[in-house]
Structures are given as C-alpha cells and as structure tokens.
C-alpha cells in the first residue's frame, strides 16, 4: 500500500483488468509488484519510461535509499545521475564492458578526456609517422644516388649501407603500425540527424478545440476543454498518469 500510494495508483480499483489501464498505469503497477519484494539484487529495465513527475521524483528518493545493490539500464540522464554511483559501458563495436565511477555526467566527463587524449596521441603519432617516412624516403634517395653515380666500389658499398639502414627503419615503422604501440583515430560519436520535411505554412491557427470531454463509463477523464495552438508555438500537455493525456492527443 505504501509503494501504491508513493507511485500514485492507491485508488486503483483491484478488480479492474490491468489491461484496461494506461500505460504509466501498469508501469507504475509493474514497479509496485516488483519494489514489494524482497530480493539480493534490483534489476530495473527502462524504470523511468511512462512515468509521471510525481511517480519519478518517489522513485528517485527511493533508490537512492534503497539499501541493496542496484543495476538499472535508463536513458534518463537527469536519473542515472540521482540514483547512480557507477556507470557500465558496452562497446557496440568491440562489445567490452567498462566501468567508470559516478553518475552520467561524470562519466561523459571522462569519456570527452578520453577522447581528448586519444586524438592528441593520435595526431602526434600520425606527425612521428610521417617524419619517419620522410626520412626513409631521404635515405633511399642518398643510397640510390651512390649506386647509381658512382663506379666506385667503397663508394658502392656506402651505398647499399644507407640502403639497408633505410629498410631497417621501413621494418621498425612497420611493426609499430603493427603492435598495441598504435594509436587508433577516435571514433566519431553516433550523432542524430532528423530530415525534418518543410511543409507549406497552414493558417495562423493549426488547432483548435471547444468543451472537449471524455468518459469511460463513469470514470470522466476530463470536460469542458477548450484549447488553441497557433502556429510556432509549442505546448507542454502534463499531468498524472491515465488522466488522458495520450487519448486527448
């Protein structure tokens, strides 16, 4: 009763179907089945999905009280943050789990110093490498030109000296491209880009309701509603879980 009244379902009817709830509802009811038991460990998968702020802000003190271990995939920054002391990564190319210490923000903190450090590893190492070839290239060019110029044999033999000094560091730059010792570029960061289609202006007013109202049975979801959205704006529609909020939409 207290994790029904703390999520804010406490007057829902126990012989309703919970198919007939919304769908915050049965979240909510999902977590309240699942908080009232006891266990060694708390998995959560999406927690925070359909909840309402009200809901959130109970579950959030919650577990940050919560006693026991916790293990809970979210994309809710602001909630990884609350309730979170350590953050587990998984590598989608090489699919390692790491951990870094703190809440979301510290651990893209990290990430972004990580990252940093890598491209400057990356950048000087790409400079060493091209002096390196540079320099091959130099020598190859000094040998070539006492083998091809000179019919003298010392001078000959300088010649291929130089010229196996230049494939000695051709070999050394190869197994360094070869080994751990190389630095791999940084990934770029998955980024969304949404083709948003422009459409031709409507009037200044796109929506307009009056003395809107719904009922299932005798459960009155809302009336009298009146409601205007005029062109560039933008409306927030809050409110408790199964008040509406979806089917008025």
Same mark, same amino acid.
């Given at each position: 009763?207290?994790?029904?009244?703390?999520?804010?379902?406490?007057?829902?009817?126990?012989?309703?179907?919970? $198919?007939?709830?919304?769908?915050?509802?049965?979240?909510?009811? !999902?977590?309240?089945?699942l908080l009232g038991r %006891?266990?060694?460990?708390? #998995?959560?998968?999406? %927690?925070?999905?359909?909840?309402? #702020?009200?809901?959130?802000?109970?579950? &959030? /003190?919650?577990?940050?009280?919560?006693?026991?271990?916790?293990?809970?995939?979210?994309?809710? /920054?602001?909630?990884?943050?609350?309730?979170?002391?350590?953050?587990?990564?998984?590598?989608?190319?090489?699919?390692?789990?790491?951990?870094?210490? !703190?809440?979301?923000?510290?651990?893209?903190?990290?990430? $972004?110093?990580?990252?940093?450090?890598?491209?400057?590893?990356?950048?000087?190492?790409?400079? #060493?490498?091209?002096? +390196?070839q540079e320099d091959i290239?130099?020598?190859?060019?000094?040998?070539?030109?006492?083998?091809?110029?000179?019919?003298?044999?010392?001078?000959?033999?300088?010649?291929?000296?130089?010229?196996?000094?230049?494939?000695?560091? $051709?070999?050394?730059?190869?197994?360094?491209?070869?080994?751990? &010792?190389?630095? $791999?570029?940084?990934?770029?960061?998955? *980024?969304?880009? %949404?083709?948003?289609?422009?459409? &031709?202006?409507?009037?200044?007013?796109?929506?307009?309701?009056?003395?809107?109202?719904?009922?299932?049975?005798?459960?009155?979801?809302?009336?009298?509603?009146?409601?205007?959205?005029?062109? *560039?704006?933008? +409306?927030?529609?809050?409110g408790a879980n199964g008040?509406?909020?979806?089917?008025?939409?």
């Open positions: 009763e207290e994790i029904l009244r703390g999520l804010g379902v406490e007057e829902l009817n126990p012989e309703q179907p919970a $198919e007939q709830l919304s769908g915050g509802e049965r979240t909510k009811l !999902g977590l309240a089945d %006891p266990g060694s460990l708390l #998995l959560l998968d999406e %927690p925070t999905n359909h909840l309402d #702020l009200a809901a959130l802000d109970w579950l &959030e /003190r919650l577990l940050i009280s919560y006693a026991g271990p916790l293990l809970l995939a979210s994309h809710d /920054r602001a909630f990884i943050d609350a309730v979170a002391d350590a953050v587990i990564e998984i590598d989608p190319v090489t699919h390692r789990a790491r951990r870094f210490a !703190g809440g979301y923000t510290a651990y893209m903190a990290e990430r $972004e110093r990580e990252r940093d450090t890598q491209a400057d590893a990356f950048q000087r190492q790409q400079e #060493l490498i091209a002096r +390196v290239r130099n020598v190859k060019q000094h040998a070539a030109r006492f083998d091809s110029t000179s019919k003298n044999d010392y001078h000959r033999r300088i010649g291929k000296k130089v010229a196996r000094t230049a494939k000695v560091r $051709e070999r050394k730059l190869e197994k360094l491209l070869e080994s751990n &010792e190389k630095v $791999e570029k940084p990934k770029l960061t998955w *980024g969304m880009k %949404p083709d948003i289609v422009e459409v &031709e202006r409507a009037g200044d007013i796109v929506a307009e309701a009056q003395g809107v109202h719904l009922a299932f049975g005798a459960r009155r979801l809302f009336e009298g509603l009146d409601l205007v959205v005029r062109h *560039g704006e933008r +409306v927030l529609l809050t008040t509406g909020k979806t089917t008025l939409l």
